[in-house]
């Protein structure tokens, strides 16, 4: 019942010939007389199957059935959203606060003690980062954090959201410098955040969790009219800009 769903002759022959990741599939043209399907449609499928994420083709090496990630279709699915209405990230990025908060407590006890010091070390490299000269953005820091805090829960479909988030973030501008105390900030809960994992205080690190997030949502609500006006303009919200001397952005 549940191939019939599928609607792909590619995915449904990949899945009833139980292939496995980093199998090889057959040329297309085998599978053309195979299914008695034409090639211009298997090429059509492949194409769909491939931006899904469901396979990797390479010239020759063919065709190659991937590890499944939940990332690739909700990444596409996101990026139309963003690209329509920048403004509904606000959503989404609900939507991420509420996973993380339900998933926090199996998240965190799953961590292993070599988890803990790469937070821990990653907490360092942020604050080098910051008080650094020149100042850097920890961004790849940022999402290196919430990503290994909820690396071992082995679950697609959790990971290829959070996953998708962080493609957002970055598609809208959030990953830019806007202001240096609000990154501070951020920071600091970080940091407790990974004390509270580490002294396995579940609780406090949750509370610090629901704390941190609603400074983004704060920060959204702030960029909004901006990126709306933005947008009436014909322009897509983010804008151009570089740190000035106080540590905001300004427009170039």
């Not at 329509?84 to 609900?94: L, T, V, Y």
């Not at 996953?163 to 600091?188: C, I, K, M, P």
């Not at 990974?194 to 406090?204: F, R, S």
Request: hydrophobic letters at 40%; aromatic letters at 8%.
């Amino acid at each position: 019942m549940l191939l019939d769903k599928l609607d792909s002759d590619l995915v449904r022959y990949i899945v009833e010939r139980e292939f496995r990741p980093g199998d090889r599939l057959p040329p297309l043209e085998d599978i053309s007389k195979e299914l008695e399907i034409s090639i211009g449609k298997l090429r059509e499928q492949l194409e769909a199957a491939r931006s899904m994420g469901l396979v990797d083709v390479k010239p020759r090496i063919g065709i190659r059935l991937s590890e499944y990630s939940f990332l690739a279709a909700v990444r596409f699915s996101l990026l139309y959203a963003l690209a329509s209405d920048a403004n509904q990230f606000e959503a989404f990025s609900a939507l991420r606060n509420h996973i993380e908060s339900a998933f926090w407590r199996e998240a965190v006890q799953r961590l292993t003690a070599e988890d803990h010091q790469r937070l821990q070390a990653i907490i360092a490299q942020a604050w080098a980062k910051l008080d650094g000269h020149p100042i850097r953005i920890p961004h790849a820091e940022h999402r290196q954090l919430h990503m290994t805090i909820f690396s071992r829960l082995n679950n697609p479909f959790v990971t290829g959201l959070l996953e998708a988030y962080w493609e957002g973030y970055e598609a809208v501008g959030l990953n830019v410098f806007s202001d240096y105390q609000y990154l501070r900030e951020v920071w600091t809960y970080h940091e407790g955040m990974v004390n509270a994992i580490v002294e396995g205080d579940l609780d406090k690190g949750h509370q610090l969790l629901i704390e941190h997030t609603e400074l983004l949502q704060q920060r959204e609500a702030r960029r909004t009219p901006a990126r709306r006006a933005a947008q009436a303009r014909g322009g897509n919200g983010t804008g151009n800009s570089s740190a000035g001397p106080n540590g905001r952005r300004k427009n170039t």
